[in-house]
C-alpha cells in the first residue's frame, strides 16, 4: 500500500516537473505574461483624461525598439510635463497575444505589419496603423570576424558556421526572403526564436555569423561587428504604431504615436540604426 | 484513502490544504487539455518537426538519465557515505543547478564547452566541436536534472543507514561487494524514482538547451523548444504539443514505477 501511495505521489512530482517548464514555455499564448502584466498593472491610469495630453499611459512595443523607446518615453515626459509613460517589451506576436486577452496597453509598436493587422482585424486598434521605422538585416559576426566573411554569399559555405532566425518569426522570414531572391541557401547550424538569441550565439564566438536586424548590430556596440550586405533591400521590415480602442487616454495616446511619427521621433529612430518608413 | 488500513488519519484541515495545493498543480494541467484544438490534433502532432522533436527528446533524455546514474550513484555514496572537510560546501555546489535558472545554466555550459570556453584548449586538441550538436541537449540537460538523482539518492543512503553494510564487511565483503550486494540493492527504489525524475526534468529542459546547444530540426531541437516556436505562429500546435510532453512524462513515470516496485519487494526479499 505505502509503495503504491508513494509511487503516486512520485508520478504527481514528475509530471509537475514537466509540465512545470511547458507551461513556463507555452504560457504566454494564453494568458498575459506576469512581466507585462506587472509593468502594467503599477501604471493602469487612475486620473487620466481623454483631451489634454497628461496622465500616464502604457506602450507595449516590439523587442528591437527598447533602447529607441525608452529614450523617446524620457523625451516625451520631459516635453510634456504632468504626463507619465510605461513600457512593455517583448516579441511582437508575444503583445498581440497579451492585448488580445484584455492586458492593458494604450500604444502598440510592432516589428512587423502581420502582427498589427492581427488587432487590426481584430478590431483593437483606434484609426489605422502609422509606419514609422524600417529595419533590414545585417550579418553580425563576433569582433575580429574569425571567419572572414564579407558577403551574403559567403554564409552558404558550411564551414562557416551560421545562425538565423527560424521561418516562423518574422526576422527568420525576413531572411528565407533573401535566400529566394539571392538563390543562396544558408547551412545555418541553429535556427532560433529570437534576435537575441542569434546575437547571444555571435557575441559569445560560438558562432561565426548570424543574420540580425541593422540595429541590433548597431545596438550591441563592440560585441560583434557588422557586415552591410546589398541583398538586404530585398527583405524590409516595416515597423507600425497605433492607438488601442480600448485606452482610456486616447489624446495622450495619439500624442505620444505622434511623438514617434514626428521630427523628434524620427531622429531618435534614425540614429539608432533604423530607416525611415 | 482515510479509511484504509494501517494509515493514521490525517486531520481535515491537513487534507483542505492538501487539496488546494493538488488543484493548483492539477488545474493548469486541465486548462491545457480545454485548450487543445482535438480536430487537429493528429495532424498536428505528427507533423515532420513535431515528431522529430519528440524522437530527440526521448533520445537525449534517455542517454542524460544514463549519465546522471553513472555520474550520480558514486556523487551521491561520497555525499552520504564518506566525511571531509568542505563537504557541505560541496553539496550545496552539487545541487546548484536546482537553483540556477537555466539560462544561467545554459551561459555556464557555453563559457565552459563553448568554443571560447574554459575547455577550449583540450578541446580543439581532441577536435571536439559540442555547441549546435545532440552532444550539447545532452550535457545541458545533465546538468540540469543530475541534482534530482544525487538529492533522492543520498536522502535514501542516509535513512536506509550502515547496519546491514557494516554485518557484511564482517562477513568479509570487500567495499565493492557490500555495494553491489548490499548497499545498491537496499536503495533501488529511491534510485529509480531519482532516475525517473531526472528523466523528468531532463524531458523537460528549455533553458539551458536554448542558450548552449541552439535550435536546429532533428539536430537539437527538442520539444520544448519546438513547442516555444510554434506558439509564434501556431498556438494550436504548441499547446498539442505540450500535451503531448505531458502523456510522455506521465507514460514514462508510470513504466519505471512498476520497475520501482518489483525492485523494492527484491530488495525487501534480500534484507
Redesign the interface.
Known amino acids: 500500500?505505502?509503495?503504491?501511495a508513494r509511487?503516486f505521489t512520485?508520478?504527481?512530482?514528475?509530471?509537475?516537473?514537466?509540465?512545470?517548464?511547458?507551461?513556463?514555455?507555452?504560457g504566454?499564448?494564453?494568458a498575459p505574461g506576469p512581466q507585462a502584466s506587472g509593468a502594467t498593472s503599477a501604471s493602469t491610469p487612475t486620473a487620466s483624461r481623454a483631451t489634454a495630453p497628461e496622465g500616464t499611459i502604457t506602450v507595449f512595443a516590439a523587442a528591437s525598439l527598447k533602447a529607441t523607446f525608452t529614450q523617446l518615453g524620457t523625451e516625451f515626459e520631459t516635453a510634456n510635463p504632468g504626463t507619465t509613460v510605461t513600457f512593455s517589451f517583448a516579441?511582437s506576436?508575444d503583445l498581440v497575444?497579451q492585448i488580445t486577452g484584455g492586458a492593458p496597453a494604450d500604444v502598440f509598436a510592432s516589428a512587423d505589419t502581420k502582427n498589427m493587422t492581427k488587432l487590426t482585424d481584430a478590431r483593437l486598434v483606434s484609426g489605422t496603423p502609422v509606419n514609422f521605422a524600417t529595419n533590414v538585416l545585417e550579418i553580425a559576426t563576433p569582433p575580429g570576424n574569425p571567419a572572414g566573411v564579407t558577403s551574403f554569399a559567403d554564409l552558404a559555405n558550411p564551414g562557416v558556421?551560421t545562425?538565423i532566425c527560424?521561418p516562423?518569426?518574422p526576422c527568420g522570414a525576413a531572411t528565407v526572403t533573401i535566400e529566394t531572391a539571392t538563390g543562396v541557401t544558408i547551412p545555418?547550424?541553429?535556427?532560433?526564436?529570437a534576435v537575441t538569441?542569434v546575437l547571444?550565439?555571435v557575441s559569445?564566438?560560438?558562432?561565426d555569423a548570424g543574420l540580425v536586424y541593422v540595429t541590433d548590430v548597431q545596438g550591441a556596440g563592440d560585441a560583434v561587428q557588422g557586415v552591410p550586405f546589398d541583398e538586404s533591400g530585398t527583405a524590409v521590415n516595416t515597423y507600425p504604431i497605433a492607438a488601442l480602442s480600448a485606452t482610456k487616454s486616447a489624446g495622450l495616446a495619439q500624442a505620444f504615436v505622434d511623438y514617434v511619427t514626428g521630427t523628434e521621433g524620427q531622429a531618435v529612430l534614425s540614429a539608432a540604426g533604423f530607416g525611415a518608413p | 484513502m482515510k479509511h484504509s488500513p494501517g494509515h493514521a488519519r490525517v486531520p481535515l484541515w491537513v487534507l483542505a490544504i492538501a487539496t488546494v495545493g493538488a488543484l493548483f498543480v492539477v488545474l493548469p494541467l486541465v486548462a491545457i487539455v480545454v485548450r487543445v484544438n482535438w480536430g487537429q490534433f493528429i495532424p498536428l502532432i505528427t507533423s515532420e518537426s513535431s515528431v522529430d522533436a519528440l524522437l530527440l527528446s526521448l533520445r537525449t533524455s534517455a542517454v542524460a538519465t544514463v549519465l546522471c546514474v553513472v555520474f550520480g550513484v558514486p556523487m551521491a555514496l561520497v555525499l552520504a557515505r564518506t566525511a571531509f572537510p568542505g563537504q557541505r560546501i560541496l553539496r550545496a555546489l552539487v545541487l546548484l543547478p536546482l537553483v540556477l535558472p537555466p539560462v544561467v545554466g545554459g551561459i555556464a555550459l557555453l563559457y565552459t564547452f563553448g568554443r571560447q570556453g574554459l575547455l577550449k584548449e583540450p578541446m580543439n586538441l581532441f577536435g571536439i566541436q559540442i555547441a549546435f550538436s545532440t552532444t550539447a541537449v545532452i550535457l545541458a540537460q545533465t546538468f540540469v536534472a543530475l541534482p534530482f538523482l544525487v538529492l533522492s539518492l543520498e536522502g535514501a543512503l542516509r535513512t536506509v543507514g550502515t547496519r546491514y553494510e557494516a554485518v557484511a564487511a564482517t562477513l568479509g565483503a570487500g567495499p565493492t561487494t557490500v555495494l553491489r550486494r548490499v548497499t545498491l540493492p537496499l536503495v533501488l527504489p529511491a534510485l529509480v524514482s531519482g532516475a525517473v525524475l531526472s528523466f523528468a526534468r531532463a524531458l523537460g529542459e528549455f533553458g539551458a538547451t536554448l542558450t548552449f546547444a541552439g535550435s536546429l530540426q532533428g539536430v537539437t531541437r527538442t520539444l520544448p523548444l519546438e513547442i516555444y516556436l510554434q506558439r509564434e505562429s501556431d498556438p494550436d500546435a504548441a499547446v498539442a504539443l505540450a500535451l503531448v510532453l505531458v502523456a510522455v512524462a506521465i507514460l514514462v513515470v508510470g513504466l519505471a514505477n512498476q520497475a520501482g516496485v518489483r525492485g523494492r519487494f527484491s530488495a525487501g526479499s534480500l534484507s
Open positions: 500500500m505505502r509503495t503504491t509511487s512520485l508520478l504527481l512530482v514528475a509530471a509537475a516537473v514537466v509540465t512545470g517548464a511547458a507551461a513556463c514555455s507555452a504566454g499564448s494564453s516579441g506576436s497575444t558556421k545562425v527560424a516562423v518569426v545555418a547550424v541553429s535556427e532560433e526564436s538569441d547571444g550565439k559569445s564566438g560560438e558562432a
